[in-house]
């Protein structure tokens, strides 16, 4: 009697139980950072059709859900998609097609990495970027006396790794057009001793620029698509573009479409008279892994090349101011223009001088519009009374590897009393309420752990400073997290879709080796991604 009582127990059991529910996924055992309002943890979610469909505690999700896959995380921490707020997708591509001289030692050494890619390559036209004389045993800009002797025949342009910067020689110079008494309002080009020196700094770049062969619509594929294998491997799931052409996003958009490319793109439409005449009139293109809403406009240049605009002179160059890329006046007319197309301003803003001429620009352009989101990119030496011109409506979009890449030479170039309100990140944050981190790369490494590093410790890898750079203004490792997760989604207008770990979200999430949030902050940067989710699909996997 007693087996025949127990198979009766157990049909009744199975026949009153509820019918589980169908779901794609279940992933247990995790440390889930949700970055919800109340940033709640949780050990297990289940998703379905590319959504999160109920978040839980992994016995209860598995009696309810009948899951197609399960991802058993084995105790590692899981945090949202991780969102670049603020790089270059498609510069980081075309760079690998390029020479490669982040890093160079020398210029010696980035002659030699030009000729070696050159043999190998036999191009055209040589292209390459990276070289940064702030890292060089004498500090000096490059000149293309060495570049006419290699390379006679051949134009070659070689930019500075923060895009603000470039060495010519005399093969490009000629097919640009640019001659001693060339002269472009927002740049220079360099004369010396009556001769062109190849140094051509913001502005004058677009001449060479404009006779570089245009890449193919292959090559502009391969470049992105090569991109997006370096940004899964680090956990990015969304990534913010600043500055793409008309063809650029219609490539990303194909690919997309086609399943070729599985990264979510917020792109920034370039600041061109043909890229704003095609995207203004014709509005908002939004779709699960594409938007376009934004146009990125550039104020000033860098200060690593001191083209960034200041209002007193360079500390260390008497006399010496930088520029206006884009003037004020012209600021203010490009801000009427976007926002009556209801599309976002994204602002590069280096100097204080930059920064006031486009927070002035914004808050009239902007009189009456309570969600306008308008950014202002980098925010990177603020005159301490205009940080309160910050809000949720001009949101500060930051990158903190900058401070800890400029930390060596910056008080140099602005002096002892403007370095306090430079790279002021904490003070940014507690005007504007939120800030969107990114890396800006290829300027900076792709690797989103380095930013959170540098926002938490401002340390170098080497732990220098001691105390941290202006520490200060260092973020909290949970700002720095909702920085790279649901800010970076509000500036983007996707926090109701992205960001956090929250039902009804799509499954982007990110699965690291440690735990960011509790490790010590010398352990941050070995931080390892273990795999990507995008739309609850494992996009990469580290073997």
Known sequence: MKPLYL??????????????????????????????????????????????????????????YSVTETFDAGGKTIVPGLIDAHAHLYNLGRSMQRVNLVGTTSYKDVLERVVTFQKEKETDFILGRGWDQNDWPIKEFPTNIELDSLFPNTPVALTRIDGHAMVANSKALALAGITKKTKVPGGEVEVFDGKLTGLLIDTPMELVRKVVPKPSIEMIESALTQAEEVCLSYGLTTLDDAGLSIEVINAIDALQKNGKLDLRVYAMVSNTPEDLNHFLPNGIIKTDRLNVRSVKVYADGALGSRGAAMRESYSDVENHFGAMITPAAQLDSLASAIAAAGYQMNTHAIGDSANVAVLRAYKKALEGKEDARWRVEHAQIVTPIDFKDFSKNIIPSIQPTHA????????????????????????????????????????????????????????????????????????????????????????????????????????????????????????????????????????????
């Open 7 to 64: 198979l009766l127990s157990i049909l009744l059991f199975v026949n009153c139980a509820p019918d589980k529910i169908d779901a794609d996924l279940l992933v247990k055992n995790a440390n889930i950072y949700t970055v919800n309002e109340s940033f709640d943890t949780a050990n297990s979610f289940v998703v379905k059709d590319g959504k999160i469909l109920e978040i839980g505690i992994k016995p209860e999700l598995e009696l309810k």
């Open 404 to 543: 800890t890449s400029d930390m060596y030479w910056a008080e140099d170039r602005v002096g002892a009393e403007r370095i306090k309100g430079a790279y002021a990140y904490k003070t940014l944050l507690n005007n504007a309420g939120i800030v969107a981190l990114g890396t800006d790369f290829p300027v900076e490494q792709v690797n989103p752990m380095l930013t959170f590093y540098a926002a938490v410790a401002r340390k170098d890898l080497d732990n220098y400073p001691d105390d941290g750079f202006r520490k200060e203004d260092a973020l909290s490792r949970e700002e720095a997290l909702r920085g790279m997760t649901i800010w970076a989604a509000y500036a983007n207008f996707e926090e109701n879709e992205k960001g956090s770990i929250e039902k009804g979200k799509f499954a982007d999430f990110t699965v690291l080796d440690r735990n960011i949030m509790e490790i010590p902050e010398d352990s941050i940067p070995k931080t390892m991604t273990i795999a990507t989710f995008i739309n609850g699909k494992k996009v990469f996997t580290r073997n």
